[in-house]
């Protein structure tokens, strides 16, 4: 790569072993890539986990003295007092690591949002930036729905790609990559954020990698199917990218978004493979033990729903009802309200956190029903029903569905 007389001197370690590591990781990618030369980030999302991989890499720079240049925000970890306070069921090794994990990204100056939406309220990617960005929703959502430049970052070089400031330059940081891969027409009815997820879901095993061109939308996607779109389809495959022209914000056409090319892979997705991605994903019906929402974390409105639909209910003895949000989200559903009527009805709404996170240990062996199929595919626990939030509610207070 042809760096800088300044990216030489970090890469010999002038401004201190953690910036040094950091640069070494980021030009390592680049080489791997073929990329020519590193471009300036103006921010990054760091898909924190509390897991020993992300403990190694954010301690090793930490402790070399790293400091984020440019805005960095966290994914979530989890709060191990409330959690400790909850379930006796966390290890002191795992606690350990989430506390250590925490403290790091303290240290090297991250924005701690402990958020898998960050681009709705801590750190917001403007149209045309190029930013690192990992985690499932985001990469693809700030490519499309924003039109900001990322690649599909891990946890460590969106990190690495903060402390400096800096990325190589290829993938989707250049326009030619940009193109879409796979046309898909949307002949399914496509009702609420519920349907995005298992369209995403449908279109991500389709796809696998690559950039699908969706065609077919009949309205306007709301913000929050959007974000579940991107979350499903960045993790039954790997879609950092993808187009709904008229919709989204950097192809007005099909043609545009192909970069003038003839798709040269096509498919359709109807009412019938939605329905076969459902019963793939749900493995139980009846009695039920939770009720896990939130995963992406919840939007205000989606908060504000699920109070909504709880009002004046009592959730089942025994059943656990779990609103996963952001800290930001919270402040605002506490002052609204929202918080209030969710915990009278026996739930909770808990932030920093995700259900793909070792303090929901206690559910190991239980049945849990979710809104979202993301959660459902990760499984974290014996058994899973699905369906939309209605169905979630009315189950919860029944102790059971289906
Ligand atoms: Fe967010 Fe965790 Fe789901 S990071 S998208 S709540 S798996």
Redesign the pocket.
């Known amino acids: 790569m042809n760096l800088t007389g300044e990216e030489e001197r970090i890469l010999k370690g002038e401004f201190g072993s953690g910036t040094q590591k950091a640069m070494e990781l980021l030009v390592a990618i680049g080489e791997a890539y073929d990329a020519e030369k590193m471009i300036h980030v103006s921010r990054a999302h760091a898909?924190s986990s509390g897991q020993e991989g992300d403990l190694y890499f954010v301690e090793l720079l930490a402790d070399g003295g790293a400091r984020c240049k440019v805005p960095t925000s966290t994914?979530?970890v989890y709060d191990i007092k409330y959690f400790h306070s909850l379930f006796n069921h966390i290890s002191k090794d795992e606690a350990q690591v989430a506390r250590r994990v925490m403290e790091a990204y303290k240290r090297v100056g991250a924005i701690l949002s402990w958020s898998?939406v960050p681009y709705l309220s801590e750190n917001i990617p403007l149209y045309g930036e190029s930013v690192a960005f990992s985690?499932?929703?985001a990469t693809p959502y700030v490519n499309s729905v924003i039109g900001a430049r990322t690649n599909r970052e891990a946890a460590q070089s969106a990190l690495a790609a903060g402390i400096v400031g800096e990325t190589p330059e290829y993938g989707l940081h250049v326009r030619e990559n940009r193109k879409g891969t796979f046309l898909i027409d949307v002949e399914a009815y496509l009702k609420d954020e519920f349907d995005y997820t298992l369209l995403g879901y449908y279109v991500g095993k389709v796809v696998g990698y690559g950039i699908p061109v969706l065609t077919g939308i009949s309205r306007r996607p709301s913000t929050e199917e959007l974000i579940n779109f991107c979350?499903m389809s960045n993790t039954s495959g790997a879609i950092s990218m993808f187009y709904m022209p008229g919709f989204t914000v950097e192809a007005e056409t099909v043609k545009d978004a192909f970069q003038g090319d003839t798709p040269k892979n096509k498919d359709t997705v109807s009412d019938k493979e939605l329905c076969e991605v459902r019963k793939e994903l749900q493995t139980a019906s009846g009695r039920l033990d939770f009720v896990q929402l939130?995963?992406?974390?919840y939007t205000l409105k989606q908060v504000g729903r699920a109070a909504s639909l709880l009002k004046g209910k009592k959730v089942h003895e025994g059943v656990g009802f779990w609103v996963?949000t952001s800290a930001t989200t919270k402040l605002l559903a506490d002052r609204i309200g929202y918080t209030g009527i969710i915990e009278n009805a026996g739930g909770r709404v808990v932030v920093d956190t995700?259900?793909?996170e070792p303090c929901w240990v206690g559910y190991r062996d239980k049945v849990g029903m979710t809104d979202?199929p993301?959660?459902a595919y990760?499984r974290r626990f014996k058994d899973v029903m699905i369906g939309r939030l209605e169905d979630c509610v009315d189950a919860a207070v029944e102790g059971r569905w289906g």
Do not use: V
């Open positions: 898909a994914n979530p898998c985690e499932s929703s979350a939130g995963c992406p974390h996963c995700c259900i793909d979202s993301k959660c990760y």
